[in-house]
């Protein structure tokens, strides 16, 4: 990392064939990467990612926009030459956390799970192409397996670069997150939005009940999504804790959720981190998949 701190917006004209940093805010001095956990996530048009030190304190966050939707050798540089630009050439961390955000994904009680029908998992929700690569993961805290797909190339590209990553879906990662505020306030819904659509996780007490993703264009195609959910597994509005978080929400969009759902919230994805002045500016819902884990 480069030994400096800084706050850079990038310039949004830029083609996403090279590197476009959208946000960097760095708040660290002679850094040694074997002490920070590095956790990224990864989309076909970019990534978001955060750097936590030893001790628990925020050091970098950061979004690139990126064409990572072509083959591995051209994903894999794409990948390289972003972390390269901010002074990451090595990848020798402590830790390496990777989630896909995607919405092939599925839970599958664990003494229930074999791993020889992982992709039929699968297949009863979605099609699977052969350019996919279908991942599993064990979620000790829901006694689940999370099964996924990436595309494959995106994988292979940051298996290459990173070997000893752990790979998680994004929906594991946000129904572990709601399980532990369920244990100590009951029903709980964790909602987060990001281009294009919406990925909800339900839990009743420390049961999850739902996990799914939906798109919507506008704030009224968003809350009638919700509440005919809400309908069809029998969760009542008035007995939940409605969590929001990811990309920031319209006025428009946070007036209509009120104006139905009663007591709604941030989620608090810094809880157990020690966040520096130098984050005050940033909107650190929106690296919610990254600093939870």
């Known amino acids: 990392m480069t030994n400096q701190s800084q706050k850079v917006t990038g310039n949004n004209n830029k083609t996403m064939s090279n590197p476009n ?5 760095n708040s660290q001095e002679g850094a040694l990467s ?16 955060s750097l936590i030190d030893k001790d628990f304190t925020l050091k970098t966050v950061g979004e690139f926009s990126v064409d990572l939707s072509k083959g591995m050798t051209q994903s894999m540089s794409n990948l390289r030459e972003c972390f390269a630009s ?3 050439r090595l990848f020798n961390f402590a830790e390496i956390n990777i989630v896909y955000q995607e919405a092939k994904n599925t839970f599958i009680p664990y003494k229930l799970y074999d791993d020889k029908n992982t992709k039929e998992y699968l297949r009863e929700i979605a099609y699977i192409s052969s350019s996919e690569t279908v991942l599993d993961h064990v979620s000790t805290k829901l006694d689940t397996v999370s099964v996924f797909s990436m595309p494959m190339q995106l994988y292979s590209a940051a298996k290459i ?34 281009k294009g659509g919406c990925d909800l996780v339900v839990f009743k007490a420390t049961n999850l009940v739902f996990s799914n993703s939906f798109s919507y264009n506008n704030e009224n195609d968003m809350i009638y999504q919700l509440l005919f959910t809400f309908e069809q597994i029998g969760m009542d509005v008035e007995d939940m804790n409605f969590l ?47 600093l939870i884990k």
Request: hydrophobic share 40%; net charge neutral.
């Open 21 to 25: 940093i959208i946000n960097l805010v």
């Open 34 to 49: 074997q002490d920070y956990k590095l956790s990224i996530c990864l989309r076909s048009d970019g990534f978001l990612f």
């Open 86 to 88: 901010i002074g990451i």
């Open 161 to 194: 670069l990173m070997p000893k990553a752990n790979f998680y879906s994004q929906h594991q990662i946000m129904a572990e997150y709601c399980f532990e505020v369920s244990k100590l306030s009951n029903n709980t819904v964790l909602l987060y939005k990001r």
């Open 244 to 290: 929001i978080t990811g990309e920031e929400y319209s006025t428009d969009e946070k007036t209509v959720i009120s104006r139905h759902i009663k007591d709604i919230m941030y989620a608090n994805p810094m809880e157990l981190i020690k966040v520096e002045n130098n984050f005050g500016g940033v909107n650190l819902q929106n690296y919610f998949l990254t």
